[in-house]
């Protein structure tokens, strides 16, 4: 088995803070998305944390009215435009030049222009707390009511514009990245799976995410220039608004999920002593999601009577086909492999369970007449949250324990991690499976407070009970990453005898990545190494 | 890296191009997101244009356009695609002298189109207030005129690169970007003229 060495280049020394400030190296910029996004997630949680004690017992007024609705506004807001979405890119961008056994990127200036988009957009976006109220009509911003928010909604615009093209031209970079610059004998299908899920997600980035800043625009010029886009005292359409954010949102949920599925399909194989059933039904059902995604919009907009009912219906089930797949991709690794339970595992295996939880609760909405009962009702959040949290943030923290090693050079504790992940596995259930008979008895998502009559209090105070939890499980988390860092680098190239080629360099790797690179035969590179041979397919 | 991007996938498209075809990508999305709002406005209004409030006929405001000086400024952009083409032949031949010449003559032809715009835009008998059919009028023309005045900026650049002596018949990939891009733009102006001026 041969290897084939690399030229290494010449490296310059720089002050240290200069150094992350303008660095343009992957791995860095990969690092400044991570803690970026996270400090996102414990502001958004904090915001959660004041919804759910507002709405612990009946007619609570904790925080007003007002400010209520700015809360969850932003909650959504910080969560899905600076955690979930930049937090893949964060990943993507540490692990898939590596995964590739490439040197970088292949734009890294553009890559830190990517990042360097985001903090300030943050800021752009949470500024309206001072300037007379942040944005207040929903993630959503629906017309006519993004129309008579304040100030904050402005901000908020040109915060989601910026954030936008963060996460176009970062697309464009990945997508050249992996066309481009992958090691020798590494075809597009011996691509690792992480790397393909970021693929088809850089897609759906390139392809919706203009069309969401055009909507933007739109809502822009309504609010600031006179605009009738949305007016129909002007001759335009409040429904247009919702065609056309959805025509992004929607494939913008695949984009929250696709590389998460990405990081348990990692996971599960290394974790189980087995390659990932079904590699290539995989890339094809996440190329499925990923069309399918630009089928669906409208399945948001069932109860405004405008859209084609039966088709929207017909495609969101549809969408239950490619998900299905890949449900049976993870069991069949699962099925007869050497399972061990370290902490990334037991976070891929959270993910498993709860997402499939929120694939069926949302195939319920699919079907028209069900949907029309359940619409803005606490069963949406349910949905929303079992494939986004217990999606995603499951599938971010199995991505941290597992590549922690490799980013920082140090092992978790396992005991900690534990503790976090049965904490925030209970913290999760008992938070959102109340919000189904919430949305089943009809309670509506975004009420400030609700009547003691109605009797939904009960179930509410588990909600926050778990919501705390919730917040109580991150301690864990970062208690281990404080204890990690005081421990010395002593972690080797491999320390799960994994597949990808990242795990063929040291860790943390070296600022050019790799000195040689094994010869690719298939998509377990390492696996073909330690066992002396390439694989026979 | 130079390893394996150099020898083993050697292509036409250098990665910079491909970077700039995608980033093209999205910019058609973002030109379809306005369309589409267009055309869904078009086709839920009654009437088209759109029936005015009393209060604004009684203003003066008019929903028409003129024809003449528009279609005189398209057939210029038009012209200048091929302008700056015949510059993008120039310098594959090696000859930086008259691809300076083209981009001249081209930035001066994108000049000349927003200059007409922008007197088109203060004779209309309407703004982007007066409905749904100013809104979208102007938010159309307004960001392909946007795009207009980044192309001539780019083109700009390029001249002055040129003029430093850069580009040769192996090394000229940004003036073929900068092309591509004006193309683009050209290309929208042709949907937006046939949308706005002709379809009735």
Known sequence: MSSIAIPRPRTYERPVVLDWLTTVDHKKLGILYLYTTMFFFFVGGTLALVVRTQLAVADNSFVGHDLYNQIFTMHASAMLFLFIIPVWAGFGNYIVPLQIGAADMAFPRINALSFWLVPPAGLLMFSGFLFGGAADAGWTAYSPLAQRSGTGMDLWIIAVILLGISSTIGAANFLVTMFRMRAPGMTMFRMPIFCWTVLVTAVLQLLATPVLAAALSMLYIDRNFGGAFFDPNGGGNAVLWQNVFWFYSHPAVYIMILPGMGIVSEVLPVFSRKPLFGYKAFVFATMGIG????????????TTGAVLKPWFGFMTFMIGVPTGVKIFNWLGTLWRGSITFETPMLFALGFLSMFLIGGINGTFSAAVPVDFALHDTYFVVAHIHYVLFGGSVFAVFAGFYYWFPKIWGRRLNERLGQLHFTLMFIGFNLAFFPMHLLGLEGMPRRIATYSDSFNWQTLNFISTIGAFMIAVSTLPFLVNVVMAFSRPKDQPNDPWEANTLEWWTTSPPPVHNFDDVPEVHSERPLFDYRHGSAASH | MAAHTGTQHRQELSNGMLGFILFLASEVMFFGGLFAAYFIARADSPTWPPALPADKLAAGVELKVEFALPFIATCLLVLSSVTIQFGVWAIQKGDRSALIRWLFISIVLGAVFLTMQMYDYSQLPFRADDTVYGTTFFTLTGFHGAHVAGGIIFMTVIMVRSMAGQFSASRHEAVEACSFYWHFVDIVWIALFTTLYIVK
Request: glycine share 24%; aromatic share 24%; hydrophobic share 60%.
């Open chain 1, 291 to 302: 069309g399918l995604g630009f089928g669906v919009w409208a399945h948001h907009m069932f």
